[in-house]
Antibody, heavy 123, light 108 residues
Framework: QVRLKESGPGLVKPSETLSLTCVVS?????????WGWIRQPPGKGLEWIAS???????LYNPSLNSRATISLDTSKNQFSLKLSSVTAADTAVYYC????????????????WGQGTTVTVSS | EIVMTQSPATLSVSPGERATLSCRAS??????LAWYQQKPGQAPRLLIY???TRATGIPARFSGSGSGTEFTLTISSLQSEDFALYYC??????????FGGGTKVEIK
């Protein structure tokens, strides 16, 4: 059974960098699929942040103005998100998820999600 | 960026009745459209992909239809566990991947 689990600090100060990790069990991230991050501000909808294929270039939401960096660590079977220069607007539940795809692109929707981790940006 | 618009924002339905949720894309997404269900405090769960294919383990009362810019999620006979938030998402043209604003299905 494939499982994803997010971890990271629950509180980040404004202007600092938010760092999250998603540990994957039951499937090797180097075997395929896109691995990504989605967030949900309190009481609001879902926003895609970034996704990466194990052998391709990451893709990002332009709305984040190049503040996001996603990276895959195949040796640890996990992937991470860094979001720089955070503000209160980055307060959200952050989910990691996988989506089918290949080197040409996504072929389907996010089929497995982590439980989510809450990040609050506050001094 | 493809904008996804869901309607209505809230749908009040009695248990056992049919619920019809709509999702419109600002440009064609072919059949590359998914529906998710989200309950309070939980992660979204994939219900439908490819506009009309049920994900593994999803009951047959959930069905999806449409292509291009107009899509519908139908729940044929609402059960108590179906009262939740529902989101559509396109994966035809990205980045960015985009979600609709959601429809809340509540008990009438």
């Amino acid at each position: 059974q494939v499982r994803l689990k997010e971890s990271g600090p629950g509180l980040v100060k404004p202007s600092e960098t938010l760092s999250l990790t998603c540990v994957v069990s039951g499937y090797s991230i180097s075997s395929g699929y896109y691995w990504g991050w989605i967030r949900q501000p309190p009481g609001k909808g879902l926003e895609w942040i970034a996704s990466s294929y194990h052998s391709g270039s990451p893709l990002y939401n332009p709305s984040l103005n190049s503040r996001a960096t996603i990276s895959l660590d195949t040796s640890k079977n996990q992937f991470s998100l860094k979001l720089s220069s955070v503000t209160a607007a980055d307060t959200a539940v952050y989910y990691c998820a996988r989506a089918p795809g290949d080197s040409s692109g996504l072929t389907d929707a996010f089929d497995i999600w982590g439980q989510g981790t809450t990040v609050t940006v506050s001094s | 960026e493809i904008v996804m618009t869901q309607s209505p924002a809230t749908l009040s339905v009695s248990p056992g009745e049919r619920a019809t949720l709509s999702c419109r894309a600002s440009q064609s997404v072919s059949s590359n459209l998914a529906w998710y269900q989200q309950k309070p405090g939980q992660a979204p769960r994939l219900l439908i992909y490819g506009a009309s294919t049920r994900a593994t383990g999803i009951p047959a009362r959930f069905s999806g239809s449409g292509s291009g810019t107009e899509f519908t999620l139908t729940i044929s006979s609402l059960q108590s566990e179906d009262f939740a938030l529902y989101y559509c998402q396109q994966y035809n043209n990205w980045p960015p991947l985009t979600f609709g604003g959601g429809t809340k299905v509540e008990i009438k």
